[in-house]
Nanobody, 125 residues
């Protein structure tokens, strides 16, 4: 059974940093593309960052470029999203997702098949 479990969310002041984690189980990490998405209240879910496992290339949404960093630890089957310079508009539930296509580099949520339950990130002004 494929499972994705996020952790590390919380409350942080604007300008601060936070790292969220996503531990995967039930599938071979290297065979998937992994993405981070977020959904703020009243808004659609949007892509934040993703990694193409085939070559390790990462991609970021313009809104987070230069502030967020995607990393992974294959030995732990875990990916991380390090967030710095946080802004109140970064407040959202953050989800990780997996797509069984190693060649993609996509922030289209419809490319992703498996989803975690999400972790809340709140940035106060």
């Amino acid at each position: 059974e494929v499972q994705l479990v996020e952790s590390g969310g919380g409350l942080v002041q604007a300008g601060g940093s936070l790292r969220v984690s996503c531990e995967a189980s039930g599938f071979t990490f290297d065979d998937y593309a992994i993405g981070w998405f977020r959904q703020a209240p009243g808004k659609e879910r949007e892509g934040v960052s993703c990694i193409r496992k085939r070559d390790g290339r990462t991609y970021y949404a313009e809104s987070v470029k230069g502030r967020f960093t995607f990393s992974d630890d294959n030995a732990k089957n875990t990916v991380y999203l390090q967030m710095s310079g946080l802004k109140p508009e970064d407040t959202a539930v953050y989800y990780c997702a997996a797509a069984p296509w190693v060649g993609i580099l996509s922030l289209d949520l419809y490319d992703y098949v498996y989803w975690g339950q999400g972790t809340q990130v709140t940035v106060s002004s």
